[in-house]
């Protein structure tokens, strides 16, 4: 486990009540889905009842446009809000801290639009070849721009990013290193506080990948030391959405991607569609799946 987070998990594991927490997941009593067990990372993981539940409630409920002066509108808008605001806190960051976008994968296109936008051709950046497409692909594209994409490439014989590698590439011309908080390659973690104050020591960026990581246990965004931290909620137990934490001051940097009257919302500069409602009010789900398990365990 990373920093911060041994002491909470390992206090859950000790005396984890596993047939309370297979009943918070329908699936296990799903009769079609007996008898197997997936392993498929990819397909993210089973979603809690809490999640079910709200998302259910809400096309029943308060499927309508949010936040006008009216019942069911206002309870939709301020159910959007608390997601916002207790997955926050959860993550140790502000609420308009943070953005819902469609998937990870979509967070670091329109993300890279937004640099590719604000970097100038010969302006660096650092991609590693230990992360997952999501988070090297759109970064890789902005050599098109005539950015110069340089590789921090992983040991060949043990697979990690040696940090000595990262501070041969860094350079007063980097603007923007990214990284995975941790590798679902070979299943390790890399010490993105650490790598955080050697880009920071650099005036640059830092971007991690927690899409692997986040399922194991939320970070603490601040004390990764990221710039931006991306993570995908229906691999924690939700709805399909990329959560994306952005660090105050850049997304002020950063040119709007969304639509222009949106340009003062924080939450909004970089989610060019309009967001999905019901998915984004089913991330108070996860929270309540985890205050359930935090109450099953501890009250
Ligand atoms: C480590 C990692 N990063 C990013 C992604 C992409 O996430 P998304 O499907 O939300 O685009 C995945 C998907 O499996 C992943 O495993």
New binding site residues.
């Given amino acids: 486990m990373a920093a911060g987070q041994e002491g909470h998990i390992v206090a859950i594991m000790t005396s984890l009540d596993i047939d309370f927490v297979r009943r918070q997941f329908p699936a296990f009593e799903q009769e079609n889905l007996k008898g197997w067990a997936f392993f498929e990372?990819?397909g993210g993981s089973y979603v809690c009842k809490q999640v079910i539940d709200r998302l259910e409630r809400y096309y029943r409920e308060t499927k309508i446009q949010p936040y006008a002066p009216f019942p069911a509108s206002i309870r939709a808008g301020e159910e959007m809000d608390a997601a916002h605001e207790r997955l926050a806190g959860l993550l140790n960051i502000r609420a308009d801290e943070l953005s819902f976008g469609p998937?990870?994968?979509?967070n670091t296109y329109v993300l890279a639009q937004a640099f590719r936008q604000m970097l100038h051709a010969g302006d660096e950046i650092i991609v590693t070849n230990q992360d997952?497409e999501?988070?090297t692909g759109a970064w890789r594209r902005l050599a098109e721009s005539g950015i110069v994409v340089l590789e921090w490439q992983v040991d060949s014989q043990t697979g990690s990013l040696d940090l000595v590698e990262l501070e041969k590439l860094l350079s007063d011309k980097t603007w923007l290193v990214t990284v995975?908080h941790c590798s679902?390659i070979v299943a390790e973690f890399n010490d993105v506080a650490t790598i955080a104050d050697m880009v920071h020591a650099r005036n640059a960026r830092l971007v991690v990948?927690g899409?692997?990581f986040a399922p194991h246990g939320l970070p603490d965004i601040k004390a990764t030391g990221a710039d931006i931290y991306l993570f995908?909620m229906?691999?924690t137990f939700g709805p399909h959405l990329?959560a994306m934490y952005i660090d105050a001051d850049l997304n002020r940097q950063l040119p709007n991607q969304g639509h222009y009257f949106n340009s003062e919302y924080a939450g909004k500069r970089f989610t060019p569609a309009g967001p999905d409602h019901a998915q984004i009010s089913a991330v108070n789900g996860v929270v309540d799946y985890y205050e359930t398990i935090y109450s099953h365990h501890y009250e």
């Fill in positions: 990372n990819a998937s990870t994968s979509q997952h999501a988070n995975p679902n990948d899409v692997s995908s229906y691999k990329g």
